[in-house]
């Protein structure tokens, strides 16, 4: 793949276009029983089962429904944990099955929520494979099968042919829940959901504030104050932005994805990607690879860039990184190599301290709920509606209490500052470079001549 001067750079996401129906702004003062602030994938499930429920519910977002990572995400819709399943194991092995329990079961409603809401977001149930690309990354395959099975998450392991997915990767492990979707048009369908319920949706409605007042909840925005009840903070990685915030509740990394130009469907077929499942390589930060419904690839991450300070950054993928995705791309696809980037766009994603979706109060009013460390597309919406499950019964689901924290103290992240993130990148490319001098030397390629190749790390 390959970088051109018509690559289109996006602030939004490649997937759709921004709604022409933007809702008005709040712009008077009102009461509701429960505020729910931020529309992404966790906001609006909250506020759509909230309605559900009967409850009086105001739904504040500062842009648009679906403006955040909700539209912006590779569209794998995963049922095992995001980060590293070996450290997760090693620090909550009692808790894996719950765990399990909780990500494969999120994978199911949001597979629930298409079917009963009629969203057309071309979702394919393949189940999504973390790939190998390096001996040493088969080791680590077969380790994580072994927790996940052990688990009892439903996984399958093979080599490439046996799961379906291109010759270039080398094993494998199949998640068999979950799948590939458009996030765009199921973000769309989910917002047109909260529009068309008794929810009262305001979208250019930035939440500057959240106070008490001794009566409930004071929301303040720009033109207009909510007073509720509850709250629920579904902001997500902009999260930070409020003092009542809890303390280093998550870290925003900034996140990429490019897409191809449309391939011909005979040079896809020669792939040998069958199963069509998501690929997401064994880096300590990953790779994916997905296939479209409109013949193209998307895939992205491979390096994560922390935000240093609120209100985070409009911002568009650095063309530096983009040629770096490309370069990949085209070791991981060579008979693609000549194919070019038709866009790229990225988003903030929050990853805990712990890597585990988290869920709590801050005093009994102030709900709030993280899902992401990269698989909040399954796990966002999931928690979402737990947590209004939660408000209108006031009983926890069996899955919330998985992740819920009853202090709200977070320890600061370790390998996250922009040293260290550095650190696991290069380790990743220098893993790459030993087993693709290894490949290479096979093939006859010398050393020097590898060293002469793109992509090796500056
Ligand atoms: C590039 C990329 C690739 C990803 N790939 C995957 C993937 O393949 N699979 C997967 O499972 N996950 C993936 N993720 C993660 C997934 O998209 C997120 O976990 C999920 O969207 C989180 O949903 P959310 O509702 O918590 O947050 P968001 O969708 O980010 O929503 C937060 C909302 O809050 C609003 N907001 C912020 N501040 C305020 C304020 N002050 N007042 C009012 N509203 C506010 C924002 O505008 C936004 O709409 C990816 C993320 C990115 C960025």
């Known amino acids: 793949m390959t970088t051109t001067s018509n690559t289109v750079y996006s602030t939004f996401t490649g997937w759709i276009d921004p709604p022409t129906d933007v809702r008005p702004p709040l712009t008077e003062d009102l009461t509701c029983r429960v505020a729910v602030i931020g529309g992404g994938l966790a906001g609006m499930s909250t506020a759509l089962r909230l309605a559900e429920r009967g409850v009086d519910t ?8 679906g403006y955040g990572s909700a539209s912006r995400n590779a569209g794998q819709l995963a049922s095992a944990p995001g980060g590293d399943i070996q450290l997760l194991n090693l620090f909550f092995r009692k808790r894996m099955p719950a765990i399990i329990r909780l990500t494969e079961n999120a994978a199911h409603h949001v597979e629930d929520l298409i079917e ?4 057309d977001c071309d979702y394919e149930p393949t189940g999504n494979v973390f790939t190998a690309v390096s001996r040493g ?18 996984v399958e392991e093979g080599s490439s042919r046996e799961l379906g997915v291109p010759h270039g990767f080398v094993n494998g492990l199949r998640e068999v829940h979950g799948g590939i979707m458009n996030p765009g048009k199921f973000t769309r369908g989910l917002r047109g959901a909260v529009l068309s319920s008794s929810a009262r949706v305001f979208e250019q409605s930035k939440v500057a504030d959240i106070a008490r007042d001794g009566a409930g909840v004071v929301v303040s925005t720009p033109r207009g104050v909510v007073r509720a009840q509850k709250v629920v903070l579904a902001t997500n990685a902009f999260a930070g932005e409020w003092d009542i915030a809890p303390k280093r509740l998550s870290s925003p990394m900034w996140v990429v994805e490019v897409e191809t130009e449309p391939i011909d469907p005979e040079r896809l077929a020669a792939l040998g990607w069958t199963s069509r499942s998501g690929l997401v390589t064994q880096h300590n930060i990953m790779e994916n690879y997905r296939l479209t419904s409109r013949n193209t ?26 040629a770096e995705l490309a370069d990949a791309f085209a070791r991981r696809f060579p008979t693609l190599a000549d194919v070019a980037v ?10 805990t301290s712990t890597w ?32 209004a499950d939660l408000i209108v019964t006031g009983t926890p689901a069996d899955d919330l209490r998985t992740v819920w924290i009853e202090e709200p103290k977070f320890a600061r992240p370790m390998m996250m500052g922009r040293f260290g993130l550095r650190t696991v990148w290069a380790v990743d490319r220098v893993n790459d470079l030993i087993n693709g001098s290894r490949r290479n030397a096979r093939k006859g390629f010398t050393a020097a001549q590898f060293r002469r190749l793109p992509s090796r790390p500056s």
């Open 356 to 387: 585990l979706p988290i869920a709590g109060k801050i005093g009994d009013d102030v709900f709030y709920s993280v899902a992401c460390n990269g698989h909040g597309l399954a796990q966002a919406p999931y928690l979402g509606s737990l947590i």
């Open 116 to 119: 009963t809401l009629g969203i």
């Open 297 to 322: 690839i998307v895939c992205g991450v491979r390096r994560i860039e922390r935000g240093k300070s609120y209100p985070l950054p409009e911002k568009s993928p650095d063309p530096a990184l983009v």
């Open 137 to 154: 990354q088969m080791g680590r395959v077969r380790r994580v099968a072994k927790i996940l099975r052990g688990a009892g998450a439903h």
């Open 58 to 65: 105001v739904l504040l977002e500062a842009e648009f429904c």
């Open 342 to 351: 038709d866009r790229a766009w990225g988003g903030w994603i929050a990853i």
